[in-house]
């Protein structure tokens, strides 16, 4: 089980550090952002305003990056991530049913987080364990062949 | 590790880790692959380690973590060096059995081979499994035999030998002409001749030059470049080393997505393994060839995977196309010339310089030279990696290699070329698999997926899937692009849900047409081809969705109800029981009935219906039948029946 992940709970040394760590390169923005969302799950604006002082890149220049590429989220995210495949081989597989039934499940739809905070749904195109499909994920534990039913389950177990 | 500084001395250590390395030792080697390790294997590997410690072998067996070879309908999938014995769906409980029978008593447990689904014939060894039997695997055959992490593992099998050859023996100039000679065309999409990219560069004005790996494989359903990288990494370092020399180039990127953290592991260990043996760094192998390497992590983007698109993210910045007036071979990175060629194909490149281009050429069709890697997905009986030589039929693909459709389905179609590609009906499957031939059919190589599609796939979906895909991902700079992709999204959403009118293909076409001719790269380009090719081959599927609102597949929610045939609804409670909205009525005698307003067309009582009861219907493009009278729906049971 994940650590439950305070909003905004990184602090200004550790984004220092991991900026450092870097070289205050200007050119691996992208690479300092990568690094602050994994440790973080999300880029709070305080977070963006240190990189963009830091490396000396305008914020605007950051938020366009941190909105243009999908690894990136400006929003805190739930305790529990749930990720739904629906690359080409899900898809055929019957993805979207499984899609269909979580978002029912959850009572949110893909990209939203429910209000408890509990669970954030994703779609993604392709995990690449497509002999799976189709493939629902949570907190990284992976389940593949998964009937809508059985995702309900799985959601269920979740606390 | 002291640096290597000549080919002598790589050869001399090459003996010494031969020497110590011996050929009879047990060695059990487990995929440790994305699609194993999602299957278990790590709890595989665990319980084997546990029972050679219980045995006291430690010292006697080894194990090895090796990436993917590929059958990941199998796995876990497990080979066992002298013999290579192939274990498959290997199970943590399986562990005791392998080291007591086979590694102790050097016996094969049978029922964890494979099968032959056909003959009930079971194999052995990886050779004679028809899944592999029938590809020619010169790039993944290595990867169940090495621990990507160990690049002795990697020099045992002959590594970094190329790289040898080249600043011994070869001048950039020799270099650059065997690549060309071999016709070897970028794996990447294009099929752009890779030596002819190589040379424009190596021409271009400038001092300063860089050599870039496309790993930014975001092809939905494709994952042979992540294979590669996490299995075999230094073949593909080694490829970059040898482009770079013979380009010119002194500095390189891997561009890996981060959605494959253990591919950008596996590599940047290589980068950091290949530096100590000095085949990074200065004065390689003695030369005077200097080469260093960083690893990029793209961030998600799937149009950053197109080269000046890349070349804008390796910069820090957003990653869009540029017009492309000026090759980035020209004009790249921070405007300086830069090679990107995909993963598979610098993989190729060692091979080419060992082997020769003579020897490549002799492989292929006339066009497409070498083999090539597909993600062999979707509705067929052996999913996974499967590496064949160009020229191969796609009917032996799917059907030797792939084993068929499964459930005794009838074949629809099969999608080559990602979001870019097209579907390719049962009437061509005997067409050779090559750059030009699929393009000629309307679809394209693209970076290898293989989506097979059945009888219940609709072809209208599937060219909305896309469509919808491609929506997301196109950046929106450029106009045909942007608003053609949505527009024909539209319509075919519109189409999917009954709401198609006449006039609506003609319409596609028109607007497919334009947003070929006007996009700026070769997404929006291409964007068109699943329309396109599935009307094409397909036409009387988008009739059957305007005219009958009937959607043949089943597969359209809007357009299907479910529906329990009375005369053959036992009143089982199954159905009802699962019904996750609680739209079926009825009772332990009494038949059941779907409440069309309530059901959500979710298909669970079709599923979940008895196959001998065989009650539940699916209907398009046709009335749901009225319910019975509440007297004939009970159901008055005989005496033997209870």
């Known amino acids: 089980m994940k650590k439950q992940v305070k909003a905004g709970a990184m602090d200004g040394d550790r984004i220092d550090k991991i900026i450092d760590e870097y070289q205050g390169d200007a050119s691996l923005l992208i690479q300092v952002l990568l690094e602050i969302q994994r440790e973080n799950h999300w880029l709070s ?19 366009h990056v941190a909105t243009f590429y999908k690894a990136f989220s400006l929003i805190p995210k739930g305790r529990h991530e749930v990720q739904i495949c629906l690359g080409t081989a899900c898809h055929v597989r019957g993805g979207p049913r499984i899609l269909d039934r979580v978002e029912d499940v959850l009572g949110i739809r893909a990209g939203e987080t429910t209000t408890d905070m509990k669970f954030t749904l994703e779609t993604v195109n392709c995990l690449g364990c497509c002999a799976l499909g189709p493939v629902m994920v949570v907190d ?7 009937a809508p039913t059985k995702a309900e389950e799985v959601l269920k177990s979740c606390d | 590790m002291p640096k290597i500084n000549s080919p002598a001395e790589l050869e001399k250590l090459r003996k010494s880790i031969l020497s110590k390395r011996d ?41 090895k973590e090796t990436g993917c070879p590929g059958f990941c309908e199998r796995g876990t999938v497990v080979v066992i060096y002298p013999e290579e014995i192939c ?25 964890l081979l494979y099968v032959d689904p056909a003959t009930g014939e079971k194999a052995v060894h990886e050779s004679e499994i028809p899944f592999y039997k029938n590809q020619m695997r010169l790039l993944i055959g290595n990867n169940i035999k090495l621990d990507p992490k160990s690049i002795e593992d990697y020099l045992a099998l002959g590594g970094y030998s190329a790289l040898a050859k080249v600043l ?68 593909v370092l080694e490829g970059l080393i040898i482009g770079a020399y013979a380009i010119g180039s002194h500095e390189g990127y891997i561009y890996v997505r981060q959605e494959y953290p253990l591919a950008v592991e596996n590599v940047t260990i290589a980068i950091k393994q290949a530096e100590e043996y000095g085949f990074l760094g200065q004065n390689i192998l003695g030369s005077d060839f200097d080469f260093k390497v960083k690893v990029h992590r793209g961030a998600g983007a799937f149009v950053s995977g197109e080269s000046s698109a890349l070349m804008t993210a390796i910069e820090g910045r957003v990653g869009e196309p540029r017009p492309k007036y000026i090759h980035t071979a020209v004009k790249g990175i921070w405007d300086k010339p830069s090679n990107l060629n995909n993963v598979e194909t610098w993989a190729n490149v060692p091979l080419i310089i060992n082997k020769g281009a003579d020897w490549f050429t002799r492989i292929g069709t006339a066009g497409s030279k070498g083999t090539k890697i597909f993600s062999l997905v979707g509705k067929v009986n052996n999913t996974g990696l499967v590496e064949v030589p160009m020229g191969i039929t796609l009917r032996d693909v799917i059907y030797k290699v792939g084993g068929g459709i499964p459930r005794g389905k009838k074949f629809k179609a099969v999608q080559t070329g990602g979001p870019s590609g097209g579907c390719i009906p049962e009437e061509q499957l005997d067409m050779p698999v090559d750059f030009d031939e699929l393009t000629k059919a309307g679809s394209m190589m693209g970076s290898g ?85 599935t009307i094409h081959y397909f036409r009387d599927e988008y009739e059957a969705h305007i005219k009958q609102k009937r959607c043949p597949a089943y597969s359209c929610k809007q357009l299907i109800s479910y529906y329990i045939d009375p005369n053959k609804c036992q009143a089982c409670m199954i159905c009802l029981k699962q019904c996750p909205v609680g739209a079926i009525a009825g009772g332990k005698n009494q038949i059941h009935v779907i409440d069309q307003e309530k059901c959500t067309k979710c298909g669970t009582c079709f599923e979940v ?34």
Not at chain 1, 140 to 146: D, L, N
Not at chain 2, 479 to 501: D, S
């Open chain 2, 168 to 235: 011994s023996q070869m001048t950039p100039e020799q270099v650059l002409e065997e690549v060309k000679k071999s016709n070897l065309r970028g794996r990447g999409g294009g099929g752009f001749p890779a030596g002819r990219k190589w040379e424009e560069c190596r021409n271009a004005p400038g001092e300063v030059r860089y050599v870039i790996v496309n790993a930014d494989e975001g092809d939905p359903g494709a994952f042979m470049d992540r294979a590669l990288l996490e299995g075999n990494p230094h073949s």
């Open chain 2, 609 to 642: 219906c008895p196959a001998r009861f065989g009650a539940v219907k699916r209907l398009s493009g046709e009335p749901v039948p009225p319910p019975i009278s509440e007297e004939a729906r009970i159901i008055v049971r005989g005496s033997k029946e209870r």
């Open chain 1, 140 to 146: 990284g534990k992976y389940h593949g062949k998964i």
């Open chain 2, 87 to 111: 274990y498959l769906q290997v199970q943590p409980e399986d562990a005791g059995e392998i080291v007591s029978q086979t590694i102790l008593a050097r016996k094969v447990i049978d029922r």
């Open chain 2, 449 to 533: 997926g293989m989506i097979v599609m059945d009888e219940d796939t609709c072809m209208v979906d599937v060219a909305r899937y896309f469509l919808n895909f491609l929506t997301d991902e196109s950046c929106g700079k450029c106009v045909p692009c942007r608003e053609g992709i949505r527009q024909m999204l539209k319509i075919l959403t519109n189409i999917t849900e009954g709401k198609g009118k006449e006039g609506d293909i003609e319409l596609l076409e028109e607007l497919a047409e334009v947003t070929k001719d006007a996009s700026l790269c070769a997404l929006g380009r291409t964007a068109a081809n699943p329309v396109l090719s």
């Open chain 1, 45 to 63: 604006k305080e977070a963006l305003e240190k990189v963009s002082e830091k490396l000396g890149v305008p914020l605007s220049r950051i938020q």
């Open chain 2, 23 to 63: 050929p009879n030792k047990p060695c059990i080697a487990i995929c440790t692959g994305t699609g194993c390790l999602a299957l278990g294997a790590e709890k595989v590997v665990t319980a084997l380690k546990e029972e050679i410690k219980k045995h006291g072998l430690e010292h006697k067996v080894d194990i």
